[in-house]
């Protein structure tokens, strides 16, 4: 798929579309029907992510295992929707919209893997999904971002990547582009030489997500600062 076509556009839209649908629903209209949704859409998810490995690699090796941040991000985006725990939400907000936006916005799909075959949708699926649960639980459904939510998922993207960073050089894999840059244009091509460009990835990612929790980090501000007003203006 070429970027900046006319599939590539209408993909984004059906994408953009069914997100803000289904989080303005959850918003006007709360009820047990999001739990529902919410559970489907995990389902949903986790068996797309599973059929990828049937149909695209038939089998694990040391070189092909789940380790890259989209398809773990999948499964906790599952786990996210199912029950709902803060850590996992956090996790599949900053992860989604720091992220999986990117793939979104720049895919890695061949001219194999055009509308309609099985590629194609296994992928807007995929990233287009994990975007929408994190939309969705946190817009929709107000779950929004503990404090220290955003130092928290810091630390534990750092210490995967080291985790990554030690499966790499023991299997002469390449999860996460920490040997080469991917293969389809994105936001790494322009982020350096190698290694350098990991250095840059890393930075760009803790802004990113220092960013993402801000309005968040505002509104609990705001919200101190109104209760203490309002404490102030009590009657002695």
Known sequence: M?????????????????IAVVTAAARLYPGRWTTVFARALAVVLVANQLSWYVVERNSLS???????LCEIGTFVAGAALWWR?????EITYFWGLGGTIQAL??????????????????????????????IFLVVGLHQVPRPWAALRVIAITLGYAVVIAVVD?????????FRNPPPTASLINVLGPWPW???????????????????????????????????????G
Not at 85 to 89: A, E, F
Not at 107 to 121: D, G, I, N
């Open 2 to 18: 070429r970027i900046f076509s006319t599939e590539y556009f209408l993909s984004l839209a059906a994408v953009a579309l069914a």
């Open 62 to 68: 040391l070189q092909l295992l789940p380790l890259n």
């Open 197 to 235: 460009y990991i250095l840059s990835m890393i930075a760009l990612g803790v802004v990113v997500i220092l960013i993402l929790n801000s309005p968040f980090w505002i509104m609990r501000r705001v919200g101190q600062t109104r209760t203490a007003d309002a404490q102030l203006a009590r009657p």
């Open 105 to 134: 916005l720049t895919p890695e799909l061949t001219a194999s893997t055009l509308f309609p075959t099985y590629f194609y949708f296994q992928y807007y699926i995929n990233h287009g999904g994990i975007v929408l649960a994190a």
């Open 85 to 89: 725990t803060p850590l996992l939400v």
């Open 169 to 177: 050089a023991l299997t002469d894999s390449d999860y996460l582009y």
